[in-house]
């Protein structure tokens, strides 16, 4: 009985450690209509713009049109921005003047010169990826929980 009980938090941590590793990632369509604003369609699954819900008939492809083929490079990268709709103005409101504002003085930079050195690769570094800490404490997670299965089993042997 403590055999399985140990196999199944091991198994628990470690389905654990493989979700937390895999970063959630939205489609950046909420629907068909802003796909075809950029001119995607026909969204595989195998695409990070798929989602099932732009999927109608299930059959894993997205936003289907027959005449046009899918162009992964028209895809953006960051979530596309729902439309808002113009606000309306009444007629009859008066137009009331706006006081002026003053002028904002400039700050001084917090760093007085820029620090140089370090190749130049062209990316923009991304700061917010934090796989790797994930990956980090979820193998800390399973570590303890091999050692702690590890102490429990050499503790009911000597027994």
């Known amino acids: 009985m403590k055999k399985s009980t140990a196999s199944l ?20 369509f909420q629907d068909c209509t802003q796909a075809e604003l950029l001119g995607v369609y026909n969204i595989p699954s195998t695409s990070s ?12 492809i997205g936003c289907e049109n027959g005449d ?15 439309a808002t709709p113009a606000p309306t103005v009444d007629p009859t409101t008066p137009v009331v003047p706006m006081t002026p504002v003053a002028p904002v003085t400039p700050v ?9 050195g370090g190749a130049e690769t062209g990316i923009a570094q991304d700061t917010s990826d ?25 503790r009911t042997a000597k027994a």
């Open 9 to 28: 938090a091991l198994a628990a941590v470690a389905g654990l450690t493989v979700l937390s590793t895999s970063p959630a990632v939205a489609a950046p």
């Open 130 to 154: 934090n796989t790797a800490a994930l990956s980090l404490g979820a193998g800390l997670v399973l570590a303890a929980a091999a050692g702690g299965t590890f102490v429990v089993r050499r």
């Open 49 to 60: 713009a798929y989602s099932t819900d732009l999927d109608r008939d299930g059959d894993g």
């Open 108 to 116: 001084a930079p917090q760093v007085g010169q820029m620090p140089v």
């Open 68 to 82: 046009v083929a899918f162009n992964p490079n028209l895809v953006p990268t960051d979530p596309v921005p729902t």
